[in-house]
């Protein structure tokens, strides 16, 4: 049997996108380094079907039709340094090898450049959608040896989610590790749409003080509007779902949230780059502040708040709170798009944004049809600096953002932590500020620094510096950030 592809890592992805593969007409050689795990496969879930058993890496190269194609679905990390040591050195010039994993993207620039120095082309994919979007159809965020598109491509776009006009979920994205770069970016969002998500179940919990059933038809009824989305669905799911003894089930899931990495990625690229990327970053030490368990117990015994209390219409809240998760998931998506432009200039990759925002659209877990109206953004204007400036955008928080603001409000009076809708309304009201108060910060800098400052009287890319207490000299620092 000669294969069209092999995969090296048979969990429960690697046997997905197995199945997935399969049933759309390609043939597959599988290997783990736990042989009884392939056995188990293909006498179980794969059985009957154009999928061969490897015992050895070495099996699997011989198996697979020219040029050769490997998709390694391991951990991210030494894990793929380890395969790849094993694997090159039984490849040919020409033959493919796709990181389809959740790897950093630098170690996808670097592994990149390593295989191509030995004629060979190395491919990251992102994938997302998780284990029923890689059985049924994931969202793919392919980057790196541009000429390994054309021997891919037909595979990963056949596999791909399609959205409604039968588009892929899957193109090209760009040079190195822009890949998994995206994907980074992806996965940051969802940790800002899920933080969003979830703020708003606190406040409709512990101020409204609504039933499990009340919340879910809030949620049902949003899965009908702008705000419809993967996330959204779940969690009108989530609600819904009671345990054994007839409560919600929510009620009595430990509030200690876990997290991989990636979200923690992204927000150091963004620190790296000079990036305000709050909102994300708030939801990353959302989760950090939930596993403190332990000593959050302990403090809510001794610290005082206010008394947790809603006196105002409940009906209209509800309706704000709507409104405000559409305005705050307009600045996360903001964000997320900064993020990735100012890698596009840093690194000199070409992203194509709105080609980026078709393939979100389907299969990932951020999937909303919020991102047809960002698809519309850049193919009106390729150049666009921030999605805050479209029109659809701009309209789109201008009427949102009151709402905004008066579920913050009633949020921070009653006491209940609004950590990354407070970082939208933050990150909007300062983007929009035509003055901030860095002028002060600067002249702090320069007074204890001498670190020096430009003037709004003079031409920019002047600098000065003045002697602040008489005794400081006119020396000046010659390291200055703007």
Known sequence: MTSHIGLIGVGLMGENLALNMENKGFSVSLFDATVGKVQRFVSGRGQGKNILACDSVQNLIESLALPRKVLLMVPAGSAVD??????????????????????????????????????????????????????????????????????????????????????????????????????????????????????????????LRMTASEMHTVFAQWCEGPLQSYLIEITRDILAVQDDDGAPLLDKILDKAGQKGTGKWTVATALELG??????????????????????????????????QFSGDRKTLIEELGNALYAAKIISYTQGYQLMRSAALDFGWRLNYGA??????????IRSAFLGRIKDAFDTDPELVNLLLDPFFRDGIAQAQQALRNVLVASLSAGVPTPAMSAALAYYDGYRSERLPANLLQAQRDYFGAHQYERVDRPRGEFFHTNWTGRGGDTASTVYSG
């Not at 390593?114 to 059985?135: I, N």
């Open 356 to 365: 980026i925002a078709l393939i979100w659209r389907g299969g990932c877990i």
């Open 275 to 308: 990036v305000p990327l709050t909102l994300i970053t708030e939801s990353v030490f959302a989760r950090t502040l939930s596993s403190m368990k332990d000593e959050r117990v302990s403090a809510a015994q001794v610290l005082s708040g206010p008394v947790l």
């Open 82 to 207: 380890d395969v790849l040591s094993l694997l090159v050195p039984m490849l040919t010039t020409g033959d493919i090898v796709i990181d389809g994993g959740n790897s950093h993207f630098s170690d996808t620039n670097r592994r990149v450049l390593s295989l191509e120095a030995e004629g060979l082309h190395f491919v990251g994919a992102g994938v997302s959608g998780g284990e029923e979007g890689a059985l049924h159809g994931p969202a793919i965020m392919p980057g790196g040896s541009v000429a390994a598109w054309k021997s891919v491509q037909p595979i990963f776009q056949a596999i791909a989610a399609k959205v409604d006009d039968g588009v892929p979920c899957c193109d090209w994205i760009g040079d190195a590790g822009s890949g998994h770069f995206v994907k980074m970016v992806h996965n940051g969002i969802e940790y800002g749409d899920m933080q969003l998500i979830c703020e708003v179940y606190d406040i409709m919990r512990r101020m």
